[in-house]
């Protein structure tokens, strides 16, 4: 959405491009980790002070709600040093799915195995840590925790940073718990992301989205057409005035950003953009949430020269007091060109 050469800026791809109660968790407990284990789940940790968070402004979370998500990442930490396999996995939906840019997804078996292989093997000397602020937000049975964390690797004594990732997990209540039901995370430090047109993504017919999913997806429809048709009011009105993305191996973007790399791009009539979407991959709604995982194809035509570039994302949508739905973060990657 913005200063890609392709994608979409609302769905993190640049071309030239709710939630009901927030809280900020300041990073206060590292962990171990295999650096294949999990890497979304770092990012569902949460420390024990409430801070200000660096992705957006909202009011503080209820306590109840603050004191079983807290309670919960409290007993994964407990597990994981302990090496209680069970309850480590117990933070996992049994329907858990795990996104990572280049990779193909992966649930809750493949969680299994990098735990067992985490704790049969110590990794002893690396650590993930929580670099800056989590943003934790809640509407109905549904959440979501955003943020960036670095493997950190001390070997002699000397601390050096691995890699760092960036991540969305959402998170369900089911009956009286919280549990992880999705993860996606690309790398938040410039290092490549691995291309295939090969993989399989996922589709759900849009037909089949009523209420609040169909709503949604109608305001992307709309989003794609104003875009297609370089109209900037239109293009920028489902964006949230706190919006935050990233496209991996791109710089973050915010609102100010993206209108200025849409003003550019529609004043180059040299050229002609679009995107188009497949079938979205989901679409999960609460009172004042939405989550939508998507793929969409970007085309650049110069000259009678045509390229293109797939790409997908997760974008997380909070319903504004208008009753309108706008887009707040998204996260995203190119698949391939």
Known sequence: MGRRTSGLVMVGILISPAFETTTRLRPKISRLFNPRVLIALSLCFVGALVG?????????????????????????????????????????????????????????????RSYESAF???NVG????????????????LAYALADWQLVENLNGTPTIKVTNRSIDVLARRGDAWRIIRSFTIPSDGRPVKETCETQLPKTA????????????????????????????????????????????????????????????????????????DEPEEILTSPRLAFVRDHWTSTVTTAGVTTQRRSRGIEIWRRATDGEWRLLHYLSYRVCD
């Open 52 to 112: 200000t968070s660096s992705f957006a402004g909202a009011p503080p979370i209820e306590t109840d709600t603050s004191s079983s998500l807290r309670g919960l990442y409290e007993d994964w930490l407990r597990a994981y040093e302990r090496r209680d396999l069970t309850q480590t996995l117990a933070i996992f939906a049994p329907d858990y799915v795990s996104t990572f840019a280049g990779t193909a997804d992966s649930g809750f078996d493949a969680a299994r």
């Open 120 to 122: 049969a093997n110590g």
């Open 126 to 141: 690396r650590k993930w840590v929580l670099a800056g602020d989590m943003e934790v937000d809640v509407s109905g049975d």
């Open 206 to 277: 849009a037909e089949q989205f009523t209420g609040d999913a169909q709503t949604v997806w109608q305001t992307l429809m709309r989003w794609r057409d104003a875009y297609n048709a370089r109209d900037l009011a239109g293009t920028l009105r489902p964006y949230d005035p706190a919006i935050s993305g990233l496209y991996a191996g791109l710089p973050g973007d915010d609102y100010a950003r993206l209108e200025r790399a849409y003003r550019k791009s529609f004043g180059q009539t040299d050229r002609d953009r679009r995107i188009d979407f």
